[in-house]
């Protein structure tokens, strides 16, 4: 298969060329910077110039393409909303070039996304939030108004290895930064997780299926309590552990205060019954206990 990947130079998305040139896969690699040009074809992948802010850029690479894996996406935090909605042209100039074929898109979303009861975890076939609820369900909107392609959905937990752990990565700055590793009451607020390579993995069997409307979960383990998490940074960081009253959430935290009390536990029992996947690389814990400092 001739896979067009969006994001290919980033943390997940390199890892994703790898495992689809590993498994007999070309890829079409979209770049932005020539700086990661150089480390793209040396992957094996094809290199396209392009960007997620040039439409006919993105319908181009697509239109060669056999299917395509959107992991594009502009992780400044700041701006959070706004990116969230940029998705959505994004989505549809991909799609349009897709529509009418078999040929699958591969869209991301995250497992918070996923409505549930409290303290249940997300499930694939959980109905979503709405955009007013959680931004990032642009996409999945925009995966849905997509008439007339085979549309699929890979649904994010907090991704890690020794250097990067999604939103765990700016956490860590904040600990360094106020000399104290925190959770907010008594910490028991769960985030699901898992390796880059296993979703990596995961994002190679999704379009491989080629499943119409499939939700996927990539989530290697349900549920890592702020507790642990904060206990395992501050064995690492050498930094004391303390709880913090949820209003004291916003001078700590800022924009991540919205997040830091959360508790989104996420299934990914039916992802492993359809797809066969088995996640196998280390615990978010086992990788911060193991963090790579020089890079902070």
Not at 136 to 161: K, T, W
Not at 170 to 194: E, F, S, T
Not at 205 to 210: F, S, Y
Not at 239 to 267: C, M, N, Q, R, T
């Amino acid at each position: 298969m001739r896979v067009f990947v969006t994001g290919a130079t980033g943390f997940i998305g390199s890892a994703v060329v790898k495992e689809l040139i590993a498994a007999g896969h070309q890829v079409i690699g979209l770049y932005r910077s020539e700086e990661k040009a150089a480390a793209l074809a040396a992957a094996g992948a094809e290199v396209y110039h392009g960007s997620i802010a040039d439409p006919d850029s993105l319908k181009a690479g697509a239109a060669r393409a056999d299917g395509v894996i959107h992991l594009a996406f502009n992780h400044d935090f700041s701006r959070f909303v706004q990116n969230c909605e940029d998705d959505r042209p994004v989505i549809a100039a991909l799609a349009s070039a897709l529509a009418g074929s078999d040929r699958p898109l591969i869209v991301t979303s995250g497992t918070g996304l996923a409505n549930t009861a409290p303290g249940e975890p997300a499930r694939e076939d959980n109905a979503i939030v709405g955009a007013n609820v959680h931004p990032r369900a642009a996409s999945e909107e925009a995966a849905a108004a997509a008439d007339g392609v085979n549309v699929s959905v890979v649904r994010l937990p907090q991704v890690h290895d020794t250097a990067r752990q999604g939103l765990i990565t700016p956490v860590i700055a904040m600990y360094r930064d106020k000399g104290a590793c925190v959770y907010l009451g008594d910490g028991v607020n769960r985030w699901p997780a898992a390796h880059y390579l296993d979703v990596a993995r995961l994002y190679r069997l999704a379009i491989e299926k080629a499943e119409p409307n499939a939700k996927y979960h990539a989530v290697a383990e349900e549920g890592v309590s702020m507790r642990e998490i904060a206990e395992a940074l501050g064995r690492r960081l050498k930094l004391p552990v303390k709880s913090i009253a949820p209003e004291e959430a916003p001078a700590y935290f800022g924009w991540l205060a919205a997040f830091a009390g959360h508790d989104v536990p996420a299934s990914s029992a039916q992802t492993r019954k359809k797809l066969g996947w088995a996640p196998i690389g280390p615990t978010l814990i086992a990788d911060l206990e193991a963090l790579r400092l020089s890079d902070r």
